[in-house]
């Protein structure tokens, strides 16, 4: 069978890809190894809660607001207030998240000398450029960074906690031109993050019909963020093949300009112009590695830390303090375990029955990838006495589900930049070929969504690192 083009891996990336693909009129086929769509995105409804086995929450971007529109999906869509608290626990206690200069200058989480360190950034000298490129000698850390721009209290308290909550991952590790290529940007082109986040304000100015067309809001749906990917896929219809994971993976020389490619899939073969890998990176390394040995390396390497999610019930009255807010993240302490909880009957309604306050627990990660070695008593035990010594709860909680990834979520660190410009060489050397997914062009729903349609839409579309 021959056609235009083959997505391999209907995660959000690969749906999006196809309907893409789609859209302009190619021939498409969406390969699936497993017997659902979706990926990582997963949402569960279990006695009378409603549970988020990945993502939480999607913050809007124009692509998504754009999607949920075309899929019939406004009627579904439920929205969080952004502006809710976040909190950190640093010390022992915690403490809410500065949100404004006002909350900055009034904050517990920093002494008065953090808070003066901030001010002076502007005068902090920037990176030459030889010492940005992209060894991983000089490739430098979020964390050191995040310190030398804004100081050690920032990184410490605010960074760390954000790093471990988001990525799973650490800030000594991960490398900021990857993990966060705007603020890396700022330094470079302005020198300061002040002046790179004014110019950045100014030119939004411009964009203001786009920026207040978006819903307010952190997005999810009366079924959960699995919503979105169901949606897709029935769009999608007979494109996607479950159950039909790639054998074998060979560029079809023979054809005009090397542009052809040769699949096996759950013992069919396929001929296509195009292939769109959207795989986890292992998974992509190893259908690559007979004719691009090098790009196999790089994605191998790309670390992939175990996490374990705990979704735990109290009865209201078992609370400390009323859960108003988005949850909390955790600043790395040997007195802690957790690397945040998200506060999930607080978010949105209906996702606890009356009466009851659900969190999702997460532990593990690069910090402690030992504990999904852990049984699920031991989990829940070391859940408890950190939210317990926090203030939050008291007494033992209702276990409502237990999830253990063993790979979780792709790190970006030090020597990123490298590997993702030994894909972009090997897309340039194998036309046709396209790899896309959460290791590259950053890890959130609305990143994800973006570089798969980008890649569906057109040939030569290529991510940033």
Sequence with gaps: MSVRTVVVGAGLSGL?????????????????????????????????????????????????????????????????????????????????????????????????????????????????????????????????????????????????????????????????????PVLAGWERRHGSLFAGALAARRAARGSNADADALPKGLLSFRDGVEALPRALAARLGETLRLRSAVEGLAPDTAKTAGRGWTLVAAGTELSADRVILTLPAPRAAAIVSSFAPEAARALAAIPYPPLALLHLAWEERALRRPLAGFGQLVAPSPNRRILGAVWSSSLFAGRAPAGRALLTVFLGGTRDPGALALSDDALVAAATKDLEEEGLIHGPPEVVRITRWEAAIPQYERGHVRAVSVLAETERRWPGLHFRGNYRGGISVGDVVRQGLAAGASDGATPQS
């Design 16 to 180: 999006a890809a196809a309907l893409a693909s789609v859209r302009r009129g190619d021939e498409t086929v969406l390969l699936e190894a497993s017997d659902r769509p979706g990926g990582v995105v997963r949402s569960e409804r279990r006695a009378g809660y409603l549970l988020e086995l990945g993502p939480n929450t999607v913050r809007p971007t124009r692509e998504i607001a754009a999607l949920v529109r075309e899929l019939g999906l406004e009627n579904e869509a439920v929205y969080a207030d952004a502006r809710l608290p976040r909190y950190v626990d640093f010390g022992g206690t915690l403490q809410a998240v500065p949100m404004s200069p006002g909350g900055l200058l009034g904050t517990r989480l920093l002494s008065l000398g953090g808070k003066l360190r901030i001010l002076m950034e502007p005068l902090i000298r920037a990176r030459r450029s030889d010492e940005s490129d992209e060894s991983d000698e000089s490739d430098e850390s979020v964390r050191d960074f995040v310190a030398r721009r804004l100081g050690p209290q920032v990184a410490e308290r605010l960074v760390e906690p954000f790093v471990g909550g988001v990525f799973a991952g650490d800030a000594r590790r991960l490398s900021v031109a990857a993990a966060f």
